[in-house]
């Protein structure tokens, strides 16, 4: 026998095996592939729920927050809107200087009773 023959069928092999893990790879890539587009899928649907769950609770907050449900929730608790007497505005509340100045001009009335 030729001592070339099984050279030549080695490259043979060799090449083939070659041509095999290549063609592997490339299949297990485009497995990923498939594999990480159903997920992104799966994470824009989930995207779109979580941003509709947000717009409506959005809405349920501006709901909670109107002046009208506050006055129309303070109202079932018993609580009633209070006299002009009743108020007293802290210095720190007025507007214009702050509130020792305000004080010092005489702009504050402060009563303790």
Known sequence: MDPRVP???MLALSGALVVVVCALAV???????????YRLDAVRAQRAELTML?????????????PARIESRARELGLIMPDREQV????????????????QQGRVEASLR
């Not at 299949?27 to 587009?37: A, I, K, N, P």
């Not at 907050?61 to 109107?66: I, N």
């Not at 007293?88 to 004080?103: H, N």
């Open 7 to 9: 050279r030549s069928v």
């Open 54 to 66: 947000l717009r409506q609770l959005q809405v349920e907050l501006a709901t909670q927050r109107s």
């Open 88 to 103: 007293r505005l802290a210095r720190e509340f007025v507007p214009g200087d702050s509130g020792v100045a305000a004080a």
């Open 27 to 37: 299949v297990g890539l485009r497995m990923q592939s498939v594999h990480l587009g």
